[in-house]
């Protein structure tokens, strides 16, 4: 928590002096109720401060997961389509973008940031990050399905899938927990296509140390913790 006059000085709207002017002259908005008082407590990555209309942003790295819904699409803006970031636009920071990308018809978790280095580590090839996805599937999951999962399997692409990490989920036959460390394009669906399967429904559960919070409902976002943040390096 910040007072409004301190957030409003690190986010260059003026010095202490001038903020408060600004303030006292009904120019200022907090979550949408014009405020009067300098020493109003805000949560410095939450709450939406305006100035005149505008909105206010501490500079620096800022950090959100999405519990993405299905029907909405992963990019920054689409003509026709809703998208991940039309649920975040109350959400403070310049220059938000969504880490990866998730199919319109998958849920689950997305990051939503502004530091490019994170997006880079978490998605580069090279590193191996997992991701892992809830699956449910049209028919029961065999343990040959999973075998051949955890080897590879051949999806078109010339190459098989790096080796992945299934797991059975008892009481649940129609469905299964994997773990992949690549992202090509539909890769969860056509990984179950091709050891003759097919995905009915697909929840991002974890990328690299980052847990879906099951609390968050659909289409809800929040800030990352302290400790989700250390995990992550940052
Ligand atoms: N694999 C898919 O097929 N779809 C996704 O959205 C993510 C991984």
């Not at 939450?46 to 999405?66: C, E, I, K």
């Not at 490019?116 to 999951?141: C, D, I, M, Q, W």
């Not at 075998?147 to 692409?157: K, M, P, T």
């Not at 879906?212 to 995990?231: C, I, N, Y």
Request: proline share 5%; charged share 30%; with cysteine.
């Amino acid at each position: 928590m910040i007072r409004l006059d301190r957030f409003m000085c690190g986010a260059g709207a003026g010095t202490r002096s001038q903020v408060k002017a600004l303030i006292k002259a009904g120019r200022v908005s907090v979550d949408g109720e014009q405020v009067f008082s300098a020493d109003l407590k805000i949560e410095e990555n939450r709450t939406r401060v305006l100035l005149d209309g505008r909105p206010l942003f501490l500079p620096g790295n800022v950090y959100y997961m999405l519990n993405k819904p299905a029907g909405v699409i992963t990019a920054a803006r689409d003509a026709r389509e809703r998208t991940v970031m039309d649920l975040m636009k109350d959400a403070p920071g310049k220059d938000l973008f969504p880490v990866g990308r998730l199919d319109k018809d998958t849920e689950g978790l997305l990051l939503i940031t502004n530091d490019g280095a994170l997006a880079h580590r978490l998605l580069s090839p090279a590193r191996h990050v997992e991701k892992r996805y809830l699956v449910h599937t049209a028919a029961p999951v065999s343990e040959e399905m999973c075998r051949a999962l955890e080897e590879g399997v051949e999806i078109g692409d010339g190459k098989p899938t790096l080796p992945a990490r299934t797991e059975r989920i008892a009481d649940m036959p129609c469905a299964l927990y994997l773990g992949i460390t690549e992202g090509r394009f539909h890769q969860v669906k056509r990984m179950l296509d091709a050891v003759g399967n097919a995905v009915t429904a697909l929840r991002r559960v974890s990328m690299g140390p980052l847990l879906l919070d099951d609390k968050l409902p659909q289409g809800g976002w929040r800030e990352l913790t302290e400790e989700e943040r250390r995990t992550l390096g940052v």
